[in-house]
């Protein structure tokens, strides 16, 4: 029980991050120029470095090995 419900802390910790970072970076973009395709570049950057900090951050906890070993194993019971 346990182990889930540190898996279910760090996935909803980790879509917060994630949705506070997508809202930053949109406003940080829109606040650095008025070029529409400069500002999508920023966007796609700042959400791509948040994303791989996001994924080394939380993979301990969130373990996706044993999710992706687990999913072609038929369930015990």
Known sequence: MADLSRHLVAGALGTGLLVATLVGSRIMAQSLTTDAALALFANA????????????ALAV????????????????G
């Open 45 to 56: 950057i700042a959400t791509g470095a948040a994303l791989a900090v996001l994924i080394a």
């Open 61 to 76: 906890a969130l373990r996706p090995h044993r999710t992706i070993e687990s999913c072609g194993k038929p369930r015990p």
